[in-house]
């Protein structure tokens, strides 16, 4: 029963992880194709 619980936990982690990773690789292609900075704005 404890070893179900910590397997589901790792994969909400995961899920999590995967899904902010996407979201980001997305975002990083469409800032390329547009010609934007990542994180908006000037940082110098």
């Not at 980001?24 to 908006?40: K, Y």
Request: net charge positive; no cysteine; proline share 0%.
């Amino acid at each position: 029963m404890n070893i179900t619980r910590q397997r589901i936990v790792i994969l909400m982690i995961v899920i999590v992880v995967a899904a902010i990773l996407g979201r980001l690789a997305v975002r990083a292609i469409i800032n390329l194709l547009l010609g934007g900075t990542m994180f908006g704005g000037n940082f110098l």
